[in-house]
């Protein structure tokens, strides 16, 4: 496998510098012992071990959203087994130059929102500045505690022909990756422990530890003890796993612009208790979103008057609002000048060749070799994207021209830089691919320097002689290997750290989210036994025989359109006589309020804006889950299809149910996620049994009707043990209605719900019972209260049990209050259960 390789680099006339591969065909001294291993092992084993891999990332729900693509949501993180290794000599000098470069950063981020020296001395500019997006006025002479402005930096680097590492792109804004980062490392360490082991491979902990105890240390009033956030713009954002991935792994909540508000000055995190005050924000929204009131009004991913609260040293944004004036690439052309003038040092790490086109010299030189150049603005967004010369139409040059002549100082032009190639895993064989790293830096506030991740994110581009390396194009990441031990430092003595146990606050809209996965669990669960119930019976019936006929079959088809509240669904008669495409319908529509497929579709959705709350586990489930049911959506092209598919998907279903029975503490989030299951399963019962067991039937038919309703409660084999008897209406009644020992019966969930409320948070809204305890004891009362034999009892020449409609109507009615009541109270933020708000009710925001 090595020895194809090397012999393919040796034959190619390609002039990139190769990761592993000598200029003479011979492997790098530190590439030895890789080499050897992978030589050892052979393709074969390669590919087993490339299986692992993904299989390891796929079972721990790492995915990467694609915007523009139907098909591109929670799509799975692809790593290459083969990882981009750095020598520790050579890693030395990579990271002595981001050390550098981010502390040359540093000043200038102070500087443009300070004194602004550097540009009054002409060592920077203004109009690149000034015309810059990421210049926030707002954020003028706003500074955090210490020297160091910049907390977290970033850098995309690339080896260039002779050897040497260029700085391609500074992210400063919104750094990203450094959570995927973890998650590659985590995956190859339980594929490749030996090979780790045996190469001295440093490990990555040291960062997100150092990070930690540097926003921990950044709060301007809550020292002791700071409520630390992570902003995020929410579910649908490309790097939401790592959001909810590192807001768990280093213990901040996870938030979305709903869950925050500003009032008198401060920034409130809404929680299931009321309004908790936030001291840090760290934030994965641009700087432009999140404020609306200052920045961009139609944006829905910040608070209004952050800024406002951030000026009052209320709370701390990291990165600091305006750090985005770092990412301008004319800068680069500048920063040997300024890192000699500030630095009293020469630039250890290189920029990417830079013309500022500001410059009347530079911007002729890029004009005369445009077709040679990237041409890229100075502010990145959607609309502007880079440019290759060399792949414009002459009209499309001379357009380009007139628009930098016009307005050059928005325009730089960057030198194409041939990437270095190394090893990846491509069907089946080891091929030479394009690749860039991504490294991490964060401020050690208390050694007052910057720490660099010894390792990052490296990707390599999916084909060959392709440079544009991004995850959202199809790059596939690489773990990054620095070799060697690390630096020792000495360590001063410290006090002993008393662990104390901190409060765990739930925002209210994760509450929310909590609410409905149990809500949508139950429905859907309900929805699947009764489907399959249905669905056995319609594919054993006779096609010869009139459904209509079949009053069993007709009485559950109605149960199901109630069920599922898709009325006039099976009550028509029309439908009723061709029922196959209303069951496809209630099986696949996604967009069909009640469908099956719409409550899967919701359950998931729930489950995903709450990753950060649930174990890796349950994480495993949720995408066999989700994997099961894209297997239904492409193979369910018949009923029996469907019907063998449901099978599957109710295991998975349970297998999430038992691991919340099982694994979840007994915490606000359970009991949410309960009071949703029980709410919904009670009701469902209740409709289920108006649907079945108020119309007259015979006697075999009813008998027939009885069995499949318990078989769809799952509590047949508990009422054969239980009554050793016939079925009949009234044993089922007492068994789903009355029975407390009896999970599924209607009394014994009413008093779980009742049970989990009383567990919740006070909102210290009067005394005594809450309006939906009162609700529920309202229904627990009825329930206890009713005579079962009168609701059982079909008196002589009547079609319905009528009073058995009317009663569980009205348990209905009261679960469904109780449920509003609940929402009320705790996820729609506009009660008076916020102390400092006088009114009744809270102004929208």
Not at 337 to 350: A, F, G, M, T, Y
Not at 477 to 502: C, F, N, R
Not at 515 to 544: A, H, P, Q
Request: a neutral charge; hydrophobic letters at 40%; charged letters at 25%.
């Amino acid at each position: 496998m090595i020895k194809s390789y090397l012999a393919d680099r040796t034959k190619s006339n390609e002039p990139f510098f190769d990761e592993m591969t000598t200029p003479d065909g011979k492997v790098w001294p530190h590439w030895e012992k890789l080499a050897n291993a992978y030589e050892k092992l052979g393709i074969e084993k390669m590919e087993l071990r490339n299986k692992e891999v993904g299989q390891q990332l796929r079972e721990n729900g790492v995915t990467y959203n694609v915007y523009g693509d139907p098909n591109g949501m929670n799509r799975p993180w692809n790593l290459d087994p083969v990882p981009m290794v750095f020598s520790q000599s050579e890693w030395e000098v990579i990271e002595s130059g981001l050390s550098q470069r981010t502390e040359l950063l540093n000043i200038i981020l102070s500087d443009i929102y300070g004194e602004r020296k550097l540009i009054r001395e002409g060592l920077i500019p203004f109009e690149m500045i000034y015309n810059h997006q990421g210049f926030l006025r707002q954020a003028d002479k706003i500074r955090i505690p210490g020297s160091q402005q910049l907390v977290q930096y970033s850098a995309d680097l690339a080896r260039g022909p002779n050897g040497k590492m260029w700085v391609l792109h500074d992210r400063t804004d919104a750094p990203s990756g450094a959570g995927y980062s973890l998650e590659n490392r985590a995956a190859m360490t339980r594929v490749f422990p030996d090979l780790i082991r045996e190469n001295q491979v440093r490990k990555i902990s040291s960062y997100y530890q150092t990070l930690k105890n540097t926003l921990s240390t950044l709060s301007w009033k809550n020292k002791e003890n700071p409520r630390i956030v992570m902003l995020s713009p929410g579910p649908s954002n490309e790097t939401f796993f790592e959001h909810a991935y590192l807001s768990s792994f280093m213990g901040f909540t996870l938030v979305f612009a709903q869950d925050l508000t500003m009032s008198d000055g401060y920034i409130w995190l809404k929680t299931l208790k009321g309004l908790e005050k936030v001291d840090v924000i760290v934030r994965r929204v641009d700087d432009v979103f999140c404020d609306p009131l200052e920045f961009r009004a139609d944006s829905h991913l910040g608070v209004v008057g952050l800024m406002e609260a951030v000026r009052q040293k209320n709370v701390m944004v990291i990165n600091p609002l305006g750090c985005r004036i770092l990412e301008n690439p004319g800068l680069m052309a500048f920063l040997p000048k300024l890192s000699r003038n500030v630095l009293q040092q020469e630039l250890i790490l290189p920029s990417v060749a830079t013309w500022w086109c500001g410059q009347e010299k530079e911007k002729k030189y890029v004009l005369e070799n445009i077709d040679k150049l990237i041409i890229r603005m100075i502010y990145r967004n959607d609309k502007n994207k880079s440019v290759y010369g060399g792949e414009l139409s002459k009209k499309e040059i001379e357009q380009l021209k007139e628009e930098i002549n016009v307005r050059p100082y928005l325009f730089v032009g960057q030198e194409m830089v041939d990437f270095s190639t190394t090893p990846s895993l491509i069907d089946g064989k080891l091929e030479a691919r394009n690749a860039v790293f991504r490294s991490y830096v964060v401020a050690d506030s208390e050694n007052e320097t910057y720490h660099v991740m010894p390792g990052g994110l490296s990707r390599s581009s999916p084909k060959k002689g392709v440079f544009i390396v991004s995850n959202q194009s199809g790059g596939i990441s690489k773990d990054t290997w620095v070799l060697g031990h690390a630096k020792e430092h000495v360590q001063i003595a410290k006090p002993p750290v008393i662990v104390q146990q901190t409060e765990n606050i739930l925002p209210s809209r994760t509450g929310e989210n909590l609410f409905w996965l149990g809500r949508y669990l139950e429905r859907t669960v309900s929805t699947i036994r009764l489907m399959r119930i249905v669905l056995r019976k319609f594919n054993e019936t006779d096609d010869e025989i009139n459904i209509e006929h079949d009053q069993t079959l007709v009485t559950l088809l109605k149960g199901l359109t109630s069920l599922t509240s898709t009325q006039p669904g099976f009550h028509d008669k029309r439908v009723l006589k061709d029922p196959e495409k209303e069951l496809y319908s209630l099986a696949i529509d996604q967009n069909r309020f009640g469908s099956l497929a719409h409550s899967l579709k919701s359950f998931l959705s729930n489950g995903y804006a709450i990753r950060d709350r649930l174990s890796l586990d349950t994480w495993r489930i949720l995408d066999l889950i989700s994997e099961e049911w894209e297997i239904m959506k492409m193979n369910g092209t018949n009923l029996r299809g469907i019907y063998h598919r449901l099978d599957h998907l109710i295991v998975h279903m349970m297998a999430f149910n038992g691991l919340n029975i099982d694994n979840m503490t007994r915490e606000s989030t359970w009991r949410l996620l309960n009071i949703g299951r029980f709410i919904e399963s009670s009701i469902g019962t209740c409709l289920m049994l108006q649907a079945t067991l108020s119309a007259k039937s015979t006697s075999d038919q009813e008998k027939s009707l009885i069995e499949l309703i318990l078989m769809s409660n799952e509590s047949l084999v508990t009422y054969r043990y239980r009554y050793r008897s016939n079925l009949e209406v009234l044993g089922v009644l007492n068994l789903l209605l009355a029975d407390d020992r009896n999970p599924r019966a209607i009394v014994y969930m009413i008093e779980r719900i009742d049970d989990h409320l009383k567990q919740l948070p006070s909102l210290g809204i009067g005394t005594g019972l809450s309006p939906a305890r009162k609700k529920l004891l309202e229904a627990l009362s009825k329930v206890m209260l009713v005579d079962l034999n009168e609701l059982a009892e079909l008196k002589p020449d009547a079609d319905t049990r009528k009073e058995l409609k009317q009663f569980l109507g009205d348990i209905i009615q009261l679960l469904q209050q109780a449920s509003t009541l609940i929402y009320e109270s705790y996820f729609s933020h506009t009660q008076s259960q916020y102390g400092f708000v006088k009114a009744n009710r809270l102004p929208e925001i």
